[in-house]
């Protein structure tokens, strides 16, 4: 089916019309793309594509940086310059809001930092087991249908980060004779302490010859931490981890404050961007010495502790005890003293503690205040919506990754007299199709 590319949509797609004006949606294409696709979905009123030929490529269409590109499912979008994905991305935000009646103008979409390449700070990859019986690394393919994509690098996370697989994998495959419980390798790291962990996950609790692998691992400069983990059964739930070498933790740097990062913990995936996102929020929060905030979906504490300096008090809730531990240690760790960190659901809390006539939080009471929430990217639940729209609060942060949901929660907020007054888009992940943004919600008729 021979397809012309009009104009990207949200999740990566090219969006073109068949002849009969049915929206086909295409994979890795660009606008201005004259394309022959073959057809992967195809419903009532729209179909999904794959592109079997460029007839005529894009005047805008560049050559990908990286030779797996084609293939890979990590990136959409490095056949376009980077400051036409911006334009793109800020284009598609606009219409995600419009979609949903959203009158709020958007700012400006900006990049997090200047640097769209090598700015992920963890990255995972499947060991595969290759025919002549050498293992390799891959990635998922774009088209899940057809699994994984063998790779030797990605450009989106760091030189050195790309030394650990050739290194790794060579060690293996001269040293290991029965690779078949390998399943994963995640690597992490800290862009401003060049720290770096490296976790290797297997399907069963054997990892043959884990002395020699941690040795391997850890000449490579930076290697501070060395995981062997157990998933049963594949599944990265009821995991076991085994620490080979170094430090259980390893540590990254916002401004001048330090954070520790265990293995379970949940860090914003660009670190380099992080300092851009969580000044919007400082600024929109606009936080004063006699303001108490509150941090629903805290993670690691590391909005919460941004804050702080500027607050009363700042209560973090998040369910996941791992994240609630590394988040009490980063409080420790730079000194910060005016935060709690609780160890509850959000909602729950909200129902249990915070309503318009009772005190919020143990440290204090909750009046003309700030709330700070960065959901999953499914976003809120309707109840959840319901329970925060019966603080008195001054000002609602909503920090989110996913611009449909968080448009959708807009307009329920909306129903309940919270309005929308500002909103920045954010790309904090070039080369994808994902979106950051970050936006201010008050009462409608308080400014």
């Not at 049963?232 to 620490?243: F, H």
């Amino acid at each position: 089916m021979k397809i012309k590319i009009e104009k990207l949509v949200y999740e990566g797609w090219g969006l073109g019309c068949s002849k009969d004006g049915k929206v086909v949606l295409v994979k890795k294409s660009v606008p201005g793309d004259e394309v022959e696709a073959y057809i992967t979905k195809d419903k009532k009123n729209y179909a999904n594509g794959i592109i079997k030929e460029i007839i005529n490529p894009s005047p805008i269409r560049i050559k990908p940086r990286c030779q797996f590109f084609d293939k890979c499912g990590g990136c959409e979008h490095q056949n376009i310059p980077y400051d036409v994905q911006l334009r793109f991305k800020g284009k598609i935000f606009t219409e995600i809001l419009k979609k949903q009646r959203i009158d709020t103008k958007s700012e400006k979409i900006i990049p997090g930092s200047n640097h769209p390449f090598f700015y992920r700070n963890s990255i995972r990859f499947f060991f595969i087991d290759k025919p002549d019986g050498d293992i390799g690394f891959a990635r998922q393919n774009f088209d899940y249908k057809k699994g994984l994509v063998e790779v030797d690098k990605c450009f989106l996370q760091s030189v050195t980060a790309n030394e650990i697989l050739p290194k790794l994998k060579q060690y293996i495959n001269e040293n290991v004779e029965n690779k078949g419980s390998f399943w994963q390798l995640k690597i992490r790291e800290g862009k401003a302490t060049g720290d770096f962990m490296v976790e290797i996950i297997t399907s069963t609790e054997t990892l043959p010859d884990k002395e020699g692998i941690a040795n391997c691992i850890k000449e490579i400069t930076g290697v501070k931490s060395i995981y062997h983990t157990v998933a049963p059964a594949k599944s990265l739930t009821n995991m076991k981890r085994y620490l080979l070498f170094g430090s259980p933790v390893i540590y990254e740097k916002i401004g001048s404050l330090l954070f520790q990062i265990s293995p379970e913990s949940f860090f914003q995936t660009n670190s380099l961007g992080v300092k851009t996102l969580y000044n919007k929020i400082k600024e929109y929060a606009a936080v004063t010495p006699k303001d108490v905030v509150l941090d629903l979906y805290c993670g690691t504490g590391s909005i919460a502790i941004y804050l702080s300096p500027m607050a009363k008090n700042v209560t973090g809730v998040e369910i996941i005890p791992e994240a609630v531990r590394d988040a009490k240690d980063n409080a420790m760790i730079n000194h910060i003293h005016n935060v709690e960190f609780i160890r509850e659901d959000s909602e729950k809390y909200l129902n249990n503690n915070l309503t318009i006539k009772q005190p919020a939080s143990p440290v204090g009471g909750f009046n003309n205040s700030v709330i700070v929430i960065d959901p999953p990217r499914a976003g809120l639940r309707p109840e959840t919506i319901e329970s925060i729209s019966k603080i008195d609060f001054d000002r609602l942060i909503y920090v989110s990754c996913n611009p449909a949901t968080f448009a959708r929660d807009i307009v329920l907020f909306e129903k309940r007299g919270i309005g929308l007054k500002k909103v920045q888009p954010i790309d904090m992940f070039p080369q994808t199709h994902h979106i950051e943004c970050v936006g201010l919600l008050k009462r409608n008729g308080t400014g």
